[in-house]
């Protein structure tokens, strides 16, 4: 069986935004030796508000299906997530970014749905480059 796969994805970058759609489909096994094929979407938009503070909203959703029933199970699932994130760049170096996501997952081997909220903070530290002197 000849399934195909795909990677595509756009950038759009303007003064103070940022775009980004993708595309992926890809192929996989399991250890029973069944295989699965996932169509996966991604859309975030990125935001500076000013020269210190950014926000993003995004989503991503995927399907995975089994290729073939008769090779063995396959957890087929559908999947789904939103996040939305806002970045305070202290200095250069310094930033502190707080994210949040909500997920929800329907799994049709169990017959079962579930979502879950996630909160993160982040401390960001990016070291500047060192300068060689001759």
Same mark, same amino acid.
């Given at each position: 069986?000849? %399934? ?64 073939? %029933? ?5 957890? %087929? ?30 799994? %049709? ?26």
């Amino acid at each position: 069986m000849t %399934e195909p796969v795909a990677s595509l994805s756009y950038v759009r970058r303007q003064k103070t935004t940022t775009l980004l759609a993708s595309y992926r489909r890809s192929i996989s096994a399991t250890g029973a030796g069944a295989l699965g094929i996932r169509d996966s979407f991604s859309l975030n938009f990125t935001r500076s508000l000013n020269d210190r503070i950014s926000a993003g909203i995004g989503a991503r959703v995927y399907s995975t299906n089994a290729i073939d %029933e008769d090779t063995g199970p396959l957890d %087929e699932r559908d999947f789904l997530q939103l996040r939305a994130n806002l970045t305070w760049h202290m200095s250069r170096t310094f930033s502190l970014q707080t994210d949040y996501r909500y997920t929800f997952i329907d799994r %049709e081997v169990l017959g079962e749905s579930s979502n879950s909220n996630q909160v993160t903070v982040w401390l960001n530290w990016t070291p500047t480059p060192m300068v060689r002197s001759r």
